[in-house]
């Protein structure tokens, strides 16, 4: 790797952590404490259907802006095959696009 | 081929699916039987999904301007079988080039792929039919134009065994591990040669293994495959993705050699959620960057990479409206020893996603 590439990577490198510093500091929601043991419940849910679809699903695309109630299992299923999600998973995942 | 002017998303469509004639006939007939079946569940549906855009694309000061049309078929049966299918539509209107005034016009129309998935559990999914080859990620993963944030691909998005990007056999996928704090997921494959228009494929095998560790949104992946026809060469690739938790910050890179080229690609692209979210007006400005150098091993060319050693900066600017649509810019100073040159690229795509047909009421 000569001089020239050195140079570039670097300037790649400096680029994303600049990126990346900025958006760590500009990050950072928190879910509010729930009180009621059944919305609590209900809210957990809906926050473990939200993680999957943050940790498998939003790697690769953002959300889609809405689509029919009775495609979302099939929805569901596609990303099952996509990201190997267990059954468990597909019905948290089912959950939090039909709360 | 067209070289990397007007997306490697685009060429890599086509690269993928080197089909012409009547590609939508397998659609059809998967949609006739898929009507057919009954649909336990009312959240069953079978869905259509896709991407519409336009495009313009200058580059060394020749402006192209192309329609492309993707739709996607996806449709359960019964509860561990889905069946999917995407297929390309473009249209291309580019200068004739030299003394000749004027456009020309051309088409094309191929499958990208069509599928079937058993899911018999987590661990393991078998697909058989035309799949695309999880070989590092841009290929089954990015590039679908509703998906990719620049509209050309990288340089090396077809670097593998097969050229056209898919395979025509089967592929066994799932997750090997699953724990708290790490993940282990895999795919192996394998391909026949087949010169059919609609399912072209080279002979060869291959496979992929990534780990993700869900606390750091940090992946990292290795994969390998082999022609098995003709000369018989290996092709490794490895990749690293990084999103951090609660942030619409990305940075993904690849990495891939070939038995006669190699190259990588890093992208990272950011949202702020400083201004009132991700769906502000600010927010939904959407900077990309992209590297990329491509490096000749020797000069027999049989894969897609520049013939000379090439370095690439993509600076992008997107914005994503509501309703599922996004605007896609960038500039891009490609640099060789055949010579340097710009390539400014315009878009807009629209997702789709609706039901096939009337499902049952809930």
Redesign the interface.
């Known amino acids: 790797m000569n001089l020239k590439h050195f140079v570039s990577m670097a300037l790649v490198v400096a680029l994303v952590s600049a990126m990346a510093v900025t958006a760590q500091q500009s990050g950072g929601l928190q879910a509010k404490p729930y009180k009621d043991p059944v919305r609590k419940q209900a809210v957990e849910k809906q926050d473990d259907g939200e993680r999957v679809f943050q940790q498998h699903c939003s790697r690769c695309h953002t959300a889609p802006d809405g689509f029919s109630p009775r495609i979302s299992g099939t929805v569901v299923r596609h990303m099952r095959v996509r990201a190997s999600l267990s059954q468990h998973e597909e019905e948290e995942l089912l959950h939090f696009f039909n709360p | 081929m067209r070289s990397a002017t007007f997306g490697s998303m685009l060429d890599f469509s086509f690269a993928l699916t080197p089909r012409a004639s009547v590609p939508l006939r397998g659609i059809l007939l998967a949609f006739g039987i898929l009507a057919t079946v009954h649909y336990g ?7 259509i999904s896709g991407g519409v855009g336009f495009f313009t694309d200058t580059n060394a000061g020749n402006t192209g301007y192309f329609p492309a049309f993707e739709p996607l078929l ?3 049966i019964g509860q561990h079988i ?1 069946v ?1 299918s995407r297929a390309s539509l473009f249209e291309f209107f580019e200068p004739n080039g030299g003394n000749d005034p004027g456009y020309n016009h051309s088409h094309f129309i191929g499958l990208t792929y069509l599928q079937g ?1 058993f ?1 018999a ?3 393991f ?1 078998l ?1 058989a039919g035309d799949y695309l080859i999880p070989f590092n990620t841009y290929n089954d ?2 590039s679908p134009i ?2 990719s944030n620049i509209q050309d691909g990288p340089l090396i998005a077809n670097l593998s065994f097969s050229s056209s990007g898919s395979g025509l056999g089967g592929m066994l ?3 090997a591990i ?1 724990r708290e704090k790490y993940s282990i ?1 895999y795919s192996y494959y394998y391909s026949a040669r087949s010169a059919n228009t609609q399912f072209a494929a080279s002979r060869g095998n291959g496979g992929r293994a990534s780990l ?1 560790l ?1 606390e750091q ?1 940090l ?1 990292m992946g290795l994969s390998y495959n082999r022609l098995l026809q003709g000369t018989h060469e290996n092709f490794y690739g490895a990749h690293v ?9 990305r ?1 993904r890179s690849e990495f891939a050699r070939g038995h006669h080229a190699q190259g990588y690609w ?1 992208e ?1 692209d ?1 949202r ?3 201004f009132g979210g991700l769906d502000s007006v600010i927010g939904r400005i959407e900077p990309v ?1 992209r ?1 990329q ?1 491509t490096f000749r091993r020797d000069t027999i060319v049989s894969d897609g990479l520049p013939l000379v050693n090439t ?1 690439r ?1 993509d600076f992008g600017l997107d914005y ?1 409206l ?3 649509t996004r605007i896609l810019t960038s500039y891009a100073r490609q640099f060789s020893s055949t010579g340097n040159h710009n390539v400014w690229e315009t878009g807009i795509v629209y ?1 789709f ?3 096939a047909w009337k ?1 049952k009421q ?1």
């Open positions: 569940s009312a959240q069953d549906t079978p869905l996806a449709a359960p889905l999917e998935d899911i559990s987590r661990h999914t697909v993963r990015l509703w998906i996928r799932g997750n699953q997921d993700y869900p949104r992946e993705w990084w999103e951090p938790k609660d942030t619409a910050f940075l890093v990272a950011y702020t959620k400083a960057f590297m150098q370095q900066a994503n509501p309703h599922n997702r996603l609706f039901p499902g809930q």
